[in-house]
């Protein structure tokens, strides 16, 4: 496929937001959370355009501290510093990836056999002990060396979910859902922050980018913007692959499959890559930190009868968010 630096579409060059990230649309979150109505309508159209056609979109004014996310990414690099015997004393069976620390060469794209060059701490709900869910979810993990950072992880997470809450809200009203149609189900959800870690590449990979071509599995997924470059987004016509780079405090958005599926295809989950950096940048680590935003396992994500049509047939068989991450998470070689 050719690759490109950016999207030539002028629909999106007609706006009057701060562009901090290259290759996608960008909207400005604030509009819509402290806007008056027509900007929050102006904002609800900019998004599905963005969401029905790419499927990825950049957010400014997104409402998650810069310094909290600095932070995170002090303590995660500290942790990923660590020495593989340490690390791997949080990494514990039967957990399925889902929280602490996954060793390096242990997931792929579901397609491919050949492990992604990267290794990742992950770190999940946490709920009251008398929720109902309480007994669903796993406990986070606690690194001894690192006292702060699953604090740290856990102010992120909460600060993720309110601006992803905000996200869900415009894109409901886009489906013309009312506006909190999500909410109940993304409340106390199992979403996941991940942080990646891409070492530096010390001989020719057998193969494997830093993580191959893949769609995401959640409803969407908030990345904040990565230490190196290397995120490419497949065209509309998937010929072509977009470079994408946030810089300054800007963030990435993507529809993930879950959401794909509600809407039967209507929004798009797109293909997207992490590619090796030049050979004489092999010695560079990347490290980034999305946030996988989930709903609770049981919501129905059979498709919206207002998506489907004779010109657009039903595409999947009904299912539940749990049923399907399940699926998803043995595709991806993290479960059994």
Same mark, same amino acid.
């Not at 990230?21 to 960008?26: A, R, W």
């Not at 309480?134 to 006292?147: L, Q």
């Not at 740290?152 to 993720?160: I, K, P, V």
């Given at each position: &496929?050719k690759k490109k630096d950016s999207l030539t579409n002028s629909d999106y060059n007609n706006n009057n937001f701060m562009a901090t990230v290259s290759g996608i649309p960008v909207v400005d979150l604030s509009k819509f959370v402290d806007g008056d109505s027509a900007q ?16 990825? %979109?950049? %957010? ?7 310094? *909290?996310?600095?932070?995170? +990414?002090?303590?995660?690099? @500290?942790?990923? $510093? ?12 039967? #957990?399925?990836?889902?929280?602490? +620390? @996954? ?42 060396? =690192? ?6 992880? &856990? ?9 992803? /809450?905000?996200? #869900? ?19 106390? /959800?199992?979403?996941? *922050? ?15 980018? =830093? ?11 908030? *990345? %904040? $913007?990565?230490?190196?470059? /290397? ?20 963030? %990435?958005?993507?529809? $993930? ?5 509600? @809407? ?16 004489? *940048?092999?010695? @560079?680590? =990347? ?11 049981? &919501?129905d994500l059979t498709c919206l009868e207002s998506c489907v049509s004779e010109e657009t047939p039903l595409a999947y068989e009904n299912m539940t968010a749990g049923e399907y991450l399940d699926e998803r998470l043995k595709e991806i070689g993290l479960k059994k």
């Amino acid at each position: &496929m050719k690759k490109k630096d950016s999207l030539t579409n002028s629909d999106y060059n007609n706006n009057n937001f701060m562009a901090t990230v290259s290759g996608i649309p960008v909207v400005d979150l604030s509009k819509f959370v402290d806007g008056d109505s027509a900007q929050q309508a102006s904002f609800v159209q900019a998004i599905g355009k963005a969401f029905t056609e790419i499927g990825f %979109v950049g %957010v400014v004014n997104h409402g998650i501290p810069s310094d *909290l996310v600095n932070k995170f +990414y002090e303590e995660a690099e @500290t942790f990923f $510093g660590l020495s593989t015997e340490i690390k791997r004393k949080y990494e514990i069976a039967g #957990l399925a990836g889902q929280r602490g +620390y @996954t060793s390096f060469g242990k997931e792929h794209a579901k397609q491919s056999e050949v492990a992604d060059l990267k290794e990742f701490f992950q770190i999940g709900q946490e709920t009251p002990a008398d929720h109902p869910l309480h007994a669903n979810y796993h406990s986070n993990v606690e690194v001894a060396e =690192r006292s702060e950072f699953l604090k740290t992880g &856990m102010e992120l997470y909460r600060s993720f979910e309110k601006s992803g /809450g905000a996200l #869900l809200e415009a894109i409901a009203l886009f489906l013309g859902l009312d506006r909190d149609y999500f909410t109940s189900h993304i409340t106390f /959800g199992n979403s996941i *922050l991940r942080a990646i870690y891409y070492p530096p590449i010390t001989h020719e990979p057998a193969s494997a980018i =830093r993580a191959e071509e893949h769609e995401d599995i959640n409803l969407i997924t908030l *990345l %904040v $913007g990565a230490s190196a470059s /290397g995120l490419q987004v497949q065209g509309v016509d998937k010929t072509e692959w977009i470079d994408v780079k946030a810089t300054g405090d800007a963030i %990435v958005i993507n529809v $993930g499959d879950m959401l794909q599926r509600l @809407t039967n295809n209507y929004l798009k989950s797109t293909t997207h890559r992490v590619v090796n950096p030049p050979r004489e *940048l092999w010695h @560079t680590p =990347r490290m980034s930190i999305p946030f996988f935003l989930h709903p609770k396992g049981d &919501m129905d994500l059979t498709c919206l009868e207002s998506c489907v049509s004779e010109e657009t047939p039903l595409a999947y068989e009904n299912m539940t968010a749990g049923e399907y991450l399940d699926e998803r998470l043995k595709e991806i070689g993290l479960k059994k």
